[in-house]
């Protein structure tokens, strides 16, 4: 589980890593990591839209998109079947799930944009 003081921490000491970068060196590092930052309001706009778990792939968590993608699926097809009640309890803990990260995007994004910080960083050789 994420924590708020230390995804802080972190974020601070990587701001101050990337300050301490020559000009030439912050800017690659602006170019780098600019396109692949992301912005917490767009992530939870695309959870609150509740498709099958979309805002998964704007973090590019590729096997969690497809793994609610199949319990989705798996839910509703369970809806029209003699298990109705295990779907809908399935359907339930995904809008459980959701909600969750909804409420927790800004911290989610928060770790993510870390995360690339950190291997822009490693990728300059200016990673400790």
Known sequence: MLD?????AEEETLRQRVRDLPDAARARF?????????DPDTYAVLNFSLICG???????????????LLLSVLGIVLLVTPWFALG???????????LYCLFRSQLIVQDYNNRVMREVLAGMGAER
Not at 54 to 68: A, D, M, S, T, V
């Open 54 to 68: 979309i805002h998964h792939l704007y973090l590019r968590r590729y096997g969690l998109w497809l793994f609610e």
């Open 88 to 98: 809908v309890v399935l359907l339930l803990a995904l809008l459980g799930t959701e």
């Open 30 to 38: 602006y170019a780098d990591a600019g396109e692949r930052l992301r």
């Open 4 to 8: 708020q003081h230390r995804v802080n």
